[in-house]
């Protein structure tokens, strides 16, 4: 396997192109990124994970495909992590200056997702990074819709008052083994996603659906 390759840690699932129009099975991907601050137009990427979600519309199940997952660390040659970052989400600088050149990663980012819609929590922030770093290194926005998994959480649960994703991953008994570093808080993320799915599943039959029920949480003053 060469260089570039033994950089991402990636499982293929067989999902191949993105199913047709219609089809009642759907592939979905959670996203989760780890960064050098909490500002999206100028801090760094360091890290990005996604695992794959197949949803069968028919049989209203939501399934976390384990052995459809990514994960990259990005090269940072300036302006790595502070010791006070870098003792948040685990990533070193000695992994950080080994990491994939950012193009290459968002690259394989980018071929992993393919068309998929991205779930995230508190998803403007990572759709602005990974939006921003992709127009700077592969000259393009990336086209996916993204829907917020908190917005998701505040329609279907009125009376629970979370907020953050440690919040919420209380609230439903989520245990992280590694808070803070993409690939764990991406799977974290596809749990919750799956202790709030019942209540999802009666309001959609579609993607569409889904979008139009994470919008409503503008009016619950949240």
Do not use: K, Y
Request: charged residues 20%.
């Amino acid at each position: 396997m060469s260089g570039v390759l033994d950089q991402v840690r990636s499982w293929w699932g067989g999902h191949g192109a993105a199913p047709a129009q219609g089809t009642p099975v759907e592939r979905w991907v959670v996203v989760d990124v780890e960064t050098s601050g909490l500002d999206a137009s100028s801090d760094h990427l360091l890290a990005v994970a996604a695992l794959g979600l197949s949803v069968d519309w028919r049989r209203q199940c939501l399934d976390i495909v384990l052995g459809d997952s990514f994960e990259v660390v990005l090269q940072q040659q300036e302006g790595r992590s502070d010791h006070d970052n870098i003792l948040l989400h685990g990533i070193g600088e000695q992994q950080q200056r080994d990491g994939m050149a950012p193009g290459p990663a968002l690259q394989a980012f980018a071929d992993f997702i393919q068309s998929a819609p991205l779930l995230a929590f508190h998803s403007a922030f990572d759709a602005s990074m990974l939006g921003r770093l992709s127009e700077q290194h592969l000259g393009r926005r990336l086209p996916n819709e993204w829907v917020d998994i908190a917005d998701l959480c505040a329609v279907t649960n009125e009376g629970v008052h979370a907020r953050s994703l440690d919040e919420w991953m209380a609230h439903f008994g989520i245990h992280c083994l590694a808070r803070h570093q993409a690939s764990a808080d991406a799977l974290a993320e596809g749990e919750l996603l799956l202790q709030i799915w019942p209540r999802i599943a009666p309001q959609c039959a579609r993607w569409r659906d889904v979008v139009a029920l994470a919008g409503h949480r503008r009016w619950l003053g949240a």
